[in-house]
């Protein structure tokens, strides 16, 4: 048997998987579930005689933000990214909801950057802001930016991103020989 040379690709994995957490989100679910909580209290325990329509608005109030809260938080707690050789693929939270595929033929290039704050990106979740581009930001910390054919950029938060950067790089460098930043 004769050996085949190897190349950059043959340590490039198949499907690349990351993840990024956020666990305070789950305090912040809690204060959703505390709201809900109370607003079932409301509806439950109370007399209804001293003025059903602030008491309704009290009940409608609470279970609405509870859910909001509960469901918004949720749906930012981790974010995970899998990369395999057509495209890169963003999911967020316990359903995957928001989701993000981007073809790989859509990415001119990608750079690890070592901070992302949700206070560069307005808050955590799913960001877009004209001068910077989108972003799924669930934490502090290290990203990737991907830099996108149509000159608009994509970040997302995740644990070793470099190793995705360097993933990313090369299967840019076997698609488009040369033009991968």
Known sequence: MRDQPHTEDDATPEVWTGRATNRVQWLLALAGAACLALGIKLAVDSAWTSGITALTMSVVGCIAAGLLVIFGTLAFV???????????????????????????????????????????????????????????????????????????????TVDNAESAVRVIRARLRSITPGTAA
């Open 78 to 156: 981790h974010v995970d990214l899998r990369l395999d050789r057509e495209c890169v693929e963003v999911r967020c939270g316990h359903i995957g909801l928001p989701r993000r595929r981007i073809p790989l033929s859509h990415v001119a290039g990608a750079d690890f950057t070592a901070l992302v704050t949700p206070r560069q990106w307005g808050g955590w979740g799913y960001r877009w802001r004209p001068e910077k581009g989108t972003a799924v930001v669930v934490r502090r910390g290290e990203g990737i930016v991907l830099s996108l054919w149509d000159g608009h950029t994509f970040t997302v």
